[in-house]
């Protein structure tokens, strides 16, 4: 019973360093763009993070075929969905952190420039 709840506090571990580096990244990559004085930040800060998910399918395609021994269709076919699904999941997250924060940090930047 122990063990179950050490697998979930790291889980949550995992999941708020995710997050973190995350909104961090999407801070940065936006402090960029603005910069160079491009301020269309918007979609570039949800996209950047949202490769994260294209990426995982990616690796989860090449984990099927180099690791596991599937050889039913229906099983290749379910494992393809899930994964679909969890990619799907892990993009709209990931993206979502980092527009978010990113709209944080727009924000709190323009709300102390003065405008003369």
């Not at 490769?51 to 099927?64: A, K």
């Not at 596991?68 to 990619?87: D, K, N």
Request: glycine share 10%; proline share 1%; hydrophobic share 55%.
């Amino acid at each position: 019973m122990g063990i179950t709840f050490y697998r979930l506090g790291l889980l949550a571990v995992v999941a708020l360093i995710i997050g973190v580096i995350c909104c961090e990244v999407s801070v940065v990559l936006t402090y960029a763009t603005l910069t160079l004085e491009d301020h269309h930040w918007w979609w570039r800060s949800f996209g950047s993070l949202a490769t994260c998910g294209v990426l995982t399918f990616i690796y989860s395609l090449y984990y099927l075929v180099a690791n596991l021994e599937i050889s039913a269709p229906g099983s290749v076919i379910l494992y393809i969905g899930y994964m679909l699904g969890a990619s799907t999941l892990l993009g709209l997250i990931t993206g979502t952190l980092g527009f978010l924060s990113s709209a944080f940090f727009v924000y709190f930047i323009y709300s102390y420039a003065k405008v003369e």
